[in-house]
C-alpha cells in the first residue's frame, strides 16, 4: 500500500509540474506584451523589451488617448461588428435550424443537402472574393465585416437542428400548437427559451469569432476607403502592413512617415487594448469556451 | 376528388409555408456565399478580366494550371501546406493527450481550472494579436530574445524575420502554443466520461498508474483520436492563414519556407492581381480537399458510423 500511495503522489507531482509549466508557456508572452507596453520606448529601443523593464512609463497609454478617435473608433466598431454580426448569425442559424429539424417537412433532405455539401466543396477564395466584390458590390461598406463566411455556420446548423429535434420534447410542442400558437410564435416563445444553454454556448463562439475576423477586412476593405469601418484588429493589421511596407521599401523611410507610425511600445500597447476585453470576461465565460469547444469538437 | 385534392395541397402549403419562410435567409445565404462562388470555379478556365466581368472574359482551357505547375511555387506550397499540417497533427495530437492525460490526474477542482484556462488562453486571441506577442520575442531591435538570451550570453543578434532556417520552428512552436489547449479540452473531455469502475477494477488488481493509461485510459479514447485525426487529415490541404500570413509578417525572403496554398492564393489575388494563378492554386485546394474528405469520411464510416460526417 505505501508503493502505491507514493506512486500516486509522484504522479500528481509530475501533473503538477508539467501542467504548471505549459500554464505558463502559455500566459509567458500576455505578460512580456503588457509588460512591453509600460516600458518607456527608448528603454525598449536600447534594451529591449523585458519581463521586468528598467523604466516604465505610461507614454503608450498617453498616446491612446491621444488618438481615441481613430482607437475608440475602431472599438466602437468592433463591438458593433460583434453583436450585430452574432445576433443576425444566431437568427438565421436557428431559423434555418429549425425548418430542418422539422421531421415531416417536404424538401427537407434538399435543404439538409444545401446545408452540408458546403462542408464538403467550395469554390475557394479567389471566386468567394469575386462573388462578394463585383456582384454584390460589398467592397468598403459595413456588410464587408458581417457577412462573407461569418454570418452562417452549416455545422452549427446541425448542431442546434439536432438539439431541437432531440432535446425538445414534441409534446410541449403539440399542447402550444392545439392551443393555436401559429408556427413564429412557437419559435421564438417556446423553442428559443428551451435551446439557451446551446444557443448561448454558440452565440459566444460565434462572438468570439466575429471580435477576432481580419480577415474579412484584409480581403474586403481598403485603407483609403473603408477605413473608417476598420475595427482594432484590421487597426492593428495595417500597423504590421505599413511597417512591413516601409521596411521594404527603405527609400520611403523619410521622417515624415516614421512619425506617423506608433511607436513600438505603442504598438505593444493597441495589442493589450485589444485583447484586454478578452482577458476581462473569460474566467467568468471559460465554462461556456469549454463547451462550445466540445461542442464544435466532436458530434455527440 | 379533384377539389378535395387541392383543398388538401392548399392545407398543406398552408401548414408548411412558416417554416419556408424561417429557412428563406439561410437558403439565401448558403446560395450567395457558398453555391455562387461554386460556379465562380470557371474563373480558372478563364484570363479574368475584372472590367469584361467572367462571361465577357477569354477562355483559357487549362493554360493558369500549366503555368501553375509549371512554376517551381506549386511543389513549394504543396510541400509547407502537407509537411506543416502533418507535423502539427502528430505533435499536437501527442501533447493534447498527454495534456488531457496529466489534467486528468490532478484532483483539485480549483487547481484543473486554472491550468485549463490558461493553457486555453491563447486558443482565444487573433493571429494578429498573436503576431504582436511574437513580435516581442523576435523582433530584431527590441526582441525579447536578441536582447535578453542572445546579448547576455555574448551572442550575435539575429534577424529572425530574415532566416529562413528557424522558420520551421517558429511557426510549429506558435502553433502548438496557440492550439494545444484545444486539443486538450476536446480530449479531457473524453477521457472525462469513461466510467471510474474500471480504474477501481485495475487498481484492485495491481495495475500501476502507467498501465492504466495504456490499457484502459488511450484504448478508450481511441475513437474520439481516429475521428479527430481524420478530420484533420481531410483538410490537410488548408492551412491556417493567419499563422502562415500573420506571424512570419508575409516576409518574402522567408517565402520558402512559410508560404502555403492559402497564403500563395491571397497575395497572387490581392498583391499581384494575378487571377489565372490564384484561381488555379485555390481550385487545386478545394478539389483535393473535397476528394480527401470524401475520401476520409468513407474511411471514417467504415471505423465508427457515429462519427462520420454524413
Given at each position: 500500500m505505501p508503493v502505491k500511495s507514493f506512486e500516486n503522489v509522484t504522479w500528481k507531482a509530475a501533473a503538477h509540474i508539467i501542467l504548471c509549466a505549459f500554464a505558463l508557456a502559455a500566459v509567458m508572452p500576455f505578460v512580456l506584451l503588457i509588460a512591453a507596453s509600460f516600458t518607456d520606448n527608448n528603454t525598449a529601443l536600447a534594451q529591449g523589451f523585458s519581463f521586468l523593464p528598467k523604466k516604465l512609463s505610461l507614454d503608450a497609454y498617453v498616446y491612446i488617448v491621444r488618438e481615441w478617435r481613430t482607437i475608440g473608433r475602431a472599438y466602437f466598431m468592433t463591438i458593433l461588428v460583434t453583436v450585430s454580426g452574432t445576433a443576425i448569425s444566431l437568427i438565421v442559424t436557428c431559423m434555418f435550424a429549425y425548418a430542418l429539424s422539422?421531421?415531416?417537412?417536404?424538401?427537407?433532405n434538399l435543404l439538409t443537402f444545401l446545408c452540408v455539401f458546403p462542408m464538403l466543396f467550395n469554390g475557394g477564395l479567389v471566386a468567394s472574393y469575386y462573388v462578394w466584390s463585383s456582384v454584390f458590390q460589398i467592397k468598403n461598406t459595413l456588410w464587408a465585416l458581417i457577412i462573407p463566411n461569418l454570418l452562417m455556420n452549416t455545422f452549427n446548423v446541425i448542431l442546434i437542428k439536432n438539439y431541437f429535434q432531440n432535446s425538445i420534447s414534441p409534446s410541449i410542442l403539440e399542447a402550444a400548437r392545439i392551443d393555436g400558437i401559429s408556427e413564429f410564435g412557437l419559435f421564438v416563445r417556446i423553442v428559443m427559451p428551451l435551446s439557451v444553454p446551446l444557443v448561448a454556448t454558440i452565440g459566444l463562439m460565434g462572438a468570439l469569432a466575429y471580435w477576432n475576423d481580419w480577415t474579412n477586412g484584409l480581403y474586403y476593405l481598403t485603407e483609403r476607403d473603408g477605413g473608417q469601418f476598420y475595427t482594432i484588429q484590421l487597426v492593428l493589421n495595417s500597423i504590421n502592413e505599413n511597417i512591413n511596407f516601409l521596411a521594404n521599401n527603405s527609400e520611403l523611410m523619410s521622417r515624415a512617415n516614421i512619425q506617423n507610425l506608433p511607436s513600438t511600445t505603442m504598438r505593444m500597447a493597441i495589442a493589450v487594448i485589444g485583447i484586454l476585453p478578452i482577458l476581462a470576461a473569460y474566467p467568468?465565460?471559460?465554462?461556456?469556451f469549454v463547451k462550445g469547444i466540445t461542442l464544435g469538437g466532436v458530434k455527440e | 376528388m379533384e377539389i378535395t385534392g387541392a383543398r388538401k395541397k392548399a392545407v398543406k402549403w398552408k401548414r408548411f409555408m412558416p417554416f419556408y419562410i424561417m429557412a428563406l435567409p439561410g437558403v439565401v445565404y448558403l446560395f450567395c456565399n457558398n453555391y455562387l462562388p461554386m460556379a465562380g470555379i470557371v474563373i480558372a478556365f478563364k484570363h479574368l478580366d475584372f472590367r469584361k466581368g467572367i462571361f465577357g472574359s477569354e477562355w483559357a482551357g487549362l493554360d493558369n494550371f500549366k503555368f501553375l505547375f509549371a512554376s517551381k511555387n506549386a511543389f513549394e506550397i504543396t510541400r509547407n501546406t502537407l509537411l506543416y499540417n502533418g507535423?502539427?497533427?502528430?505533435?499536437?495530437t501527442v501533447l493534447a493527450i498527454t495534456l488531457a492525460v496529466l489534467m486528468n490526474e490532478v484532483q483539485g477542482k480549483a487547481a484543473s481550472r486554472l491550468y485549463q484556462c490558461l493553457i486555453l488562453l491563447p486558443f482565444l486571441i487573433s493571429w494578429v494579436i498573436a503576431s504582436y506577442l511574437v513580435n516581442a520575442f523576435i523582433a530584431a531591435d527590441t526582441g525579447l530574445i536578441n536582447n535578453g538570451i542572445l546579448k547576455p550570453l555574448g551572442q550575435k543578434p539575429v534577424s529572425w524575420y530574415n532566416s529562413k532556417q528557424y522558420w520551421p520552428a517558429i511557426l510549429t512552436i506558435c502553433n502548438t502554443w496557440k492550439s494545444i489547449g484545444y486539443g486538450m479540452i476536446i480530449y479531457l473531455s473524453s477521457i472525462i466520461s469513461i466510467s471510474q469502475d474500471y480504474y477501481e477494477a485495475a487498481i484492485i488488481d495491481g495495475a500501476s498508474k502507467f498501465k492504466q493509461i495504456r490499457?484502459?485510459?488511450?484504448?478508450?479514447?481511441?475513437p474520439t483520436v481516429i475521428t479527430m485525426t481524420i478530420l484533420t487529415v481531410g483538410r490537410i490541404f488548408y492551412s491556417d492563414f493567419g499563422l502562415f500570413y500573420q506571424v512570419p509578417k508575409n516576409s518574402g525572403t522567408l517565402y520558402s519556407v512559410t508560404r502555403t496554398i492559402d497564403v500563395y492564393v491571397y497575395n497572387a489575388l490581392m498583391n499581384n492581381s494575378d487571377y489565372g494563378m490564384s484561381s488555379a492554386a485555390s481550385i487545386y485546394q478545394s478539389l483535393v480537399g473535397f476528394v480527401l474528405i470524401?475520401?476520409?469520411?468513407?474511411l471514417l464510416r467504415k471505423l465508427s458510423k457515429d462519427n462520420a460526417l454524413f
Open positions: 422539422q421531421g415531416n417537412l417536404p424538401g427537407r467568468f465565460f471559460q465554462q461556456y | 507535423l502539427f497533427l502528430v505533435l499536437g490499457l484502459i485510459t488511450l484504448p478508450l479514447i481511441k470524401i475520401s476520409t469520411n468513407a
